[in-house]
């Protein structure tokens, strides 16, 4: 069992845990997920991890509610605990395993777009730490869906806040800004790291494709295991099909087929869907779809 040490709500909403987990706090580094499980009838969630604290003993992970598992967890109060808290998965952000000399000599921008704030934290945290300062965009909807903003200002060069509706900050969506640092404001980027909707990745790597700025994102497609096993979480990376949960989660963005990683996540929304994937897939489509037995 995995204690929930702190269980807070953000503004909007989202929510804060810190969970013991200290063999997860040891190892992991920025870039990196969990998979957690309420109780033994849970659904396995994947939650990037957001800070951690390795004498402590916990990771801090930050959620938004979309549907019933996600909703259970705003339940969770200090002193519940997670059945089970697996971690840490995927690769860490080539940032903090790359050359260090050649990291500092990047100029880097990262756009956060809603709960993508809380993945993108700890890398401009650790960044920080090594001596490199990177700009941050944070966008939302609207002022309530701004997450972290103190957080990331403690450890960020510049950050530049946006809202759609223009109720905080500076109005329009994260693309707008990218374009007013560059085109109008005289700032010139190396690396963009993107994090957020998929739809806002995706329209984010059309304008830093434009502006010639190669761009990491960080995809959450579907996943069951998380562990490479089952292929839910399956993306087409320029000529090749990667699983996102060992792969990745991060990927150069200005390969991804955007459109059919939506679609597929818009598949698994219906039975009909899910049955379509298992037919389009047929022996390679090994879990998620509900019907075939390999999310169980
Ligand atoms: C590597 C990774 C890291 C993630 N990190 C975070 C995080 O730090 N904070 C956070 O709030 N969320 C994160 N997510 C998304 C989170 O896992 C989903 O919100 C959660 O699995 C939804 O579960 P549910 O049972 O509550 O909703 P469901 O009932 O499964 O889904 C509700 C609706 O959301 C859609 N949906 C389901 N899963 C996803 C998904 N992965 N992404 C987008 N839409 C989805 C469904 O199609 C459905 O319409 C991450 C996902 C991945 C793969
Ligand atoms: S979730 Fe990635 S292979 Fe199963």
């Given at each position: 069992?995995?204690?929930?040490?702190?269980?807070?709500?953000?503004?909007?909403?989202?929510?804060?845990?810190?969970?013991?987990?200290?063999?997860?706090?040891?190892?992991?580094?920025?870039?990196?997920?969990?998979?957690?499980?309420?109780?033994?009838?849970?659904?396995?969630?994947?939650?990037?991890?957001?800070?951690?604290?390795?004498?402590?003993?916990?990771?801090?992970?930050?959620?938004?509610?979309?549907?019933?598992?996600?909703?259970?967890?705003?339940?969770?109060?200090?002193?519940?605990?997670?059945?089970?808290?697996?971690?840490?998965?995927?690769?860490?952000?080539?940032?903090?395993?790359?050359?260090?000399?050649?990291?500092?000599?990047?100029?880097?921008?990262?756009?956060?777009?809603?709960?993508?704030?809380?993945?993108?934290?700890?890398?401009?945290k650790w960044l920080h730490e090594h001596g490199?300062?990177?700009?941050?965009?944070?966008?939302?909807?609207?002022?309530?869906?701004?997450?972290?903003?103190?957080?990331?200002?403690?450890?960020?060069?510049?950050?530049?806040?946006?809202?759609?509706?223009?109720?905080?900050?500076?109005?329009?969506?994260?693309?707008?800004?990218?374009?007013?640092?560059?085109?109008?404001?005289?700032?010139?980027?190396?690396?963009?790291?993107?994090?957020?909707?998929?739809?806002?990745?995706?329209?984010?790597?059309?304008?830093?494709?434009?502006?010639?700025?190669?761009?990491?994102?960080?995809?959450?497609?579907?996943?069951?295991?998380?562990?490479?096993?089952?292929?839910?979480?399956?993306?087409?990376?320029?000529?090749?099909?990667?699983?996102?949960?060992?792969?990745?989660?991060?990927?150069?963005?200005?390969?991804?087929?955007?459109?059919?990683?939506?679609?597929?996540?818009?598949?698994?929304?219906?039975?009909?869907?899910?049955?379509?994937?298992?037919?389009?897939?047929?022996?390679?489509?090994?879990?998620?779809?509900?019907?075939?037995?390999?999310?169980?």
């Open positions: 069992m995995y204690k929930i040490k702190k269980a807070e709500k953000l503004t909007g909403p989202n929510y804060l845990m810190v969970v013991e987990a200290p063999r997860i706090a040891k190892h992991c580094l920025p870039g990196q997920f969990i998979i957690a499980k309420e109780d033994e009838k849970g659904e396995r969630i994947p939650l990037t991890i957001c800070d951690y604290d390795r004498e402590e003993g916990t990771i801090t992970i930050v959620f938004q509610p979309i549907g019933a598992s996600t909703e259970k967890f705003t339940r969770l109060k200090a002193g519940d605990s997670f059945r089970d808290f697996v971690g840490p998965l995927g690769k860490p952000s080539e940032l903090c395993t790359d050359d260090l000399e050649e990291v500092k000599k990047k100029k880097i921008l990262f756009v956060a777009g809603g709960v993508g704030a809380a993945p993108v934290y700890p890398q401009v490199i300062e990177a700009d941050v965009i944070i966008g939302g909807r609207t002022k309530e869906l701004i997450l972290l903003e103190d957080e990331m200002k403690a450890v960020a060069g510049n950050v530049y806040i946006t809202t759609d509706d223009g109720s905080y900050g500076r109005t329009g969506v994260v693309t707008k800004v990218i374009e007013d640092l560059v085109q109008n404001e005289g700032k010139s980027y190396d690396l963009c790291v993107a994090i957020g909707p998929m739809i806002m990745m995706k329209f984010t790597c059309m304008t830093t494709k434009k502006l010639n700025i190669p761009t990491v994102v960080s995809m959450n497609p579907i996943m069951v295991d998380g562990t490479g096993m089952c292929g839910a979480c399956r993306l087409t990376v320029g000529d090749e099909v990667k699983f996102a949960c060992v792969d990745g989660p991060e990927f150069d963005g200005h390969l991804i087929d955007f459109d059919a990683a939506m679609k597929r996540q818009m598949m698994y929304k219906t039975e009909e869907g899910r049955a379509l994937l298992k037919v389009r897939e047929g022996d390679t489509h090994h879990g998620g779809c509900g019907n075939c037995g390999g999310d169980e």
